[in-house]
Structures are given as structure tokens and as C-alpha cells.
């Protein structure tokens, strides 16, 4: 496959192939300079690929500007599964020196906030626990929580599509995990956003997995994700946010859409494209 091919293969597993072209099109993908040159051809109408479906919910867009540290990991006994459940801030040093074995056991038996009380599964978060890419997304939708596993429904279909389009695959190089790891829902059993306490309860378990894995680049994947990581002000917008390199601690981090708010809204895919290409090039 020359490199023309090799771009339009790119951009079609992002759904996105019909909208862009090279300025130089001898440039390579994997090439960060040239990604730079990648413009967009007007008046080509953007669509969605066929076999993913569109029909997710809008992107969840609560999270937190103050994130103390704050958790407990203490397994349920029976007792305990009967008592009212309450945000406790506790043993965030335990959690920041666990192995991936403990770490994500306690996670399985946390009750640290009532986030428990709903859930089927906790959804710890999948891939290689060596990955250069960490994706984090807002917490478990339906299907997650059903399964136990991140980004399962359509929009990880989405997700999926872009990782081939990143010329990677779940599992390999990539690891995908979530800010909270219990499905947050609302008084009509619909997914919505953590609460402030929630993020604050559950941040301690993402950010020792962070510490494990040593990721070169992190992508936020929508609002919660990124004011979570970042410190931010709750109500900063993905807009002001993408188009950015900022930092985790040391490491690159890269805001962009959620996948759930590409599937409603397929033109912004292009956007995504351009914070892609920004990651590859923090690398
Ligand atoms: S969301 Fe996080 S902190 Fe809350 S119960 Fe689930 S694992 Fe524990």
C-alpha cells in the first residue's frame, strides 16, 4: 500500500474518508510533519459508516475543578452491603502503591461512593498494561456496566475505527479506561455525569493506573475526562480545551470529543483528526 492509500485507509476507518486530502500527497501518515498538512476539502458532506450505529446520548459534561484525594477500598461484607453508602476519603496512599493485581480488586469490591449501590460490574479499564496511548473516557454507559468492560456500545465502535485508524488495535499499545469505574445514572435509570464526589472518590484509582502504565500520551476523550485530569473548571469547554498539548503531571495530554458526542455530531469528526495528529505528534 503507497502512502496515498495508506491515508485514505486512515481516514475511512475514522469515518472521515471522503473529507480529507494531503496538500503533499507523497506525505506519510506516520510522518507528524506532514499530518500538520492534512487540510480539509469543502463542501464534501461528512457521514458516518454504515455499520456504526448512531444512536448513543449526548456527551456526559459534569466533572470537577477540585479533586482531593479521597477513597476506600475496603471489600463489602455482608453488613456492609446493607449500609447507606457515603463519599469516604481514606486511603489514597494504599491505592497509590498497589500492584495491578490488588489495584484492580479493590476496585472490584469498592463502595466508596453510591456509585456501587447501582452497578453490575465495576469497569476497570482494558488493554496493555505497557501502552504508549491511554485513552479516558467520562464512566460505564449501559453496555459497560452490562459487561464489565470500557467503550462497548456503539461509541466504542467509534473508538474502535479510530484506533484502526491510528494503525492500532484495543489491546495493543493502547489502554482504555474511564474516570469513574461505576455506570452513573439518573432518576430515570439513563447515564449521566459523575458527580464532583463521585470523580473525586474514584480519581485515585485512575491516576495509579496512569502511574502503572507510564503512558506517552494521554487522550481525554470529552469534557469530564479532561477537566477531571486537568484541574479544570468544571464548565470548560472541550472547544477551548482541544487544539492543545497540555500536561498530566509530566506526560502529554490531548483533549478531544468523546466518541458518543461524534456519533451525534459526525462533522466534528474532522476536529478529532487534528487532535490525533496533535498526540502523534506530542510523541
Ligand atoms: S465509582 Fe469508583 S469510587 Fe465509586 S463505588 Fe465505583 S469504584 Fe468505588
Not at 92 to 98: H, L
Not at 175 to 188: M, W
Not at 228 to 253: F, I
Amino acid at each position: 500500500m503507497n502512502n496515498a492509500e495508506q491515508h485514505d485507509a486512515f481516514l475511512d476507518e475514522l469515518g472521515i474518508g471522503p473529507v480529507w486530502k494531503l496538500r503533499d500527497s507523497s506525505a506519510s501518515i506516520a510522518t507528524i510533519s506532514h499530518v500538520a498538512e492534512i487540510v480539509p476539502v469543502p463542501h464534501v458532506v461528512m457521514t458516518v459508516p454504515a455499520h456504526i450505529p448512531v444512536s448513543d446520548g449526548l456527551p456526559r459534561t459534569l466533572a470537577t475543578d477540585s479533586l482531593p484525594n479521597a477513597t476506600t477500598t475496603l471489600a463489602p461484607t455482608a453488613t456492609d452491603m446493607h449500609q447507606p453508602i457515603s463519599i469516604v476519603p481514606a486511603t489514597s496512599i494504599a491505592v497509590a502503591e498497589m500492584d495491578w493485581t490488588s489495584l484492580e480488586s479493590t476496585v472490584a469490591a469498592c463502595r466508596a461512593c453510591q456509585l456501587c449501590e447501582g452497578r453490575a460490574n465495576t469497569v476497570f479499564g482494558v488493554g496493555d498494561q505497557r501502552a504508549k496511548w491511554l485513552f479516558v473516557g467520562e464512566g460505564p454507559g449501559y453496555q459497560e456496566n452490562l459487561q464489565g468492560k470500557p467503550f462497548v456500545g456503539p461509541a466504542g465502535h467509534l473508538l474502535d475505527n479510530i484506533l484502526r485508524a491510528l494503525g492500532m488495535q484495543r489491546g495493543e499499545n493502547t489502554y482504555i479506561a474511564n474516570i469513574v469505574k461505576c455506570r452513573p445514572t439518573d432518576a430515570q435509570g439513563k447515564d449521566r455525569a459523575p458527580s464532583p464526589e463521585e470523580v473525586a472518590a474514584c480519581l485515585p484509582y485512575l491516576k495509579r493506573q496512569i502511574a502503572l502504565i507510564q503512558p506517552e500520551v494521554i487522550i481525554a476523550l470529552g469534557k469530564t475526562a479532561a477537566v477531571s485530569l486537568l484541574d479544570l473548571n468544571p464548565e470548560t469547554p472541550v472547544g477551548q480545551l482541544r487544539g492543545k498539548l497540555h500536561r498530566y503531571q509530566s506526560l502529554p495530554l490531548v483533549v478531544t470529543y468523546h466518541p458518543a458526542y461524534l456519533l451525534r455530531k459526525p462533522t466534528e469528526k474532522s476536529k478529532t483528526w487534528e487532535d490525533l495528529c496533535l498526540a502523534l505528534r506530542s510523541m
